[in-house]
């Protein structure tokens, strides 16, 4: 499972939800998807806001719990609220969002994990966010484990016609200080590799390295050419 952020003095949340899945040719047709386009959009909290509806990140639009009215949209004060006077309804603007459980300013989020995707490094991403680099250090943890699970957990297949595929294998033990103190148990990560295209995959097989499970792995990811 992965590693989920904890509250901190930051008012980082615990466990965020995911976003919703977006269908790949669609998101291609987004906007101000780079990172300077990110940057530039998060520049103020009102387009901070219609840029992650706009992606998916929050829902464009909110039925109230109660009477099943449409809510209304508060941008200063990030709110939905029914339009019912009766009723009176509020929700946050991140309710059901990978967001949700965070207090951190939405800009400041968006741009941390736009620093994440671009491999800044965490402690100088806090300092042009600004935010604590413990806050900054979960969210860019999360995001890691939320990846590499999805990694886990989609067919990555490679190799086929006209493409070479190198295999290899290592082991992931975390190694004891000159082999002394605590011992630790071994699994290993096996893999494959498209040497023109670079495109590849990884599973670990932990400690079961025998012939039958590697080649189950190797005909489940590598097509035949």
Avoid at 164 to 185: A, C, F, H, Q, W
Wanted: hydrophobic share 35%; with cysteine.
């Amino acid at each position: 499972m992965p590693t989920q952020p904890t509250a901190t003095s930051a008012a980082i949340g615990a466990c965020p939800r995911l976003p919703r899945p977006v269908d790949v040719e669609a998101a291609r047709g987004l906007k101000n998807t780079t990172f300077d386009g990110v940057i530039d959009i998060t520049s103020s909290a009102s387009s901070t806001v219609a840029w992650a509806m706009s992606v998916h990140l929050l829902a464009p639009s909110l039925l109230c719990p109660k009477c099943t009215t449409s809510m209304r949209l508060d941008v200063g004060h990030e709110r939905w609220r029914c339009s019912r006077a009766a009723c009176r309804t509020e929700r946050s603007i991140r309710t059901n969002s990978f967001f949700s459980k965070s207090k951190l300013p939405l800009r400041k989020l968006v741009r941390l994990l736009c620093h994440w995707c671009a491999r800044t490094p965490v402690t100088a991403a806090a300092v042009m966010v600004g935010v604590n680099a413990q806050a900054a250090m979960q969210w860019y943890t999360y995001c890691r484990d939320i990846c590499s699970q999805e990694m886990m957990s989609i067919p990555m297949e490679i190799g086929g016609e006209g493409h070479v595929v190198e295999i290899d294998e290592t082991s992931l033990k975390k190694k004891s200080k000159y082999n002394r103190g605590r011992r630790y148990p071994d699994f290993w990560l096996f893999g494959g590799v498209e040497r023109t295209t670079n495109r590849w995959f990884g599973i670990l097989t932990y400690e079961d390295r025998t012939k039958p499970t590697l080649s189950a792995v190797i005909k489940k990811h590598i097509r035949p050419k």
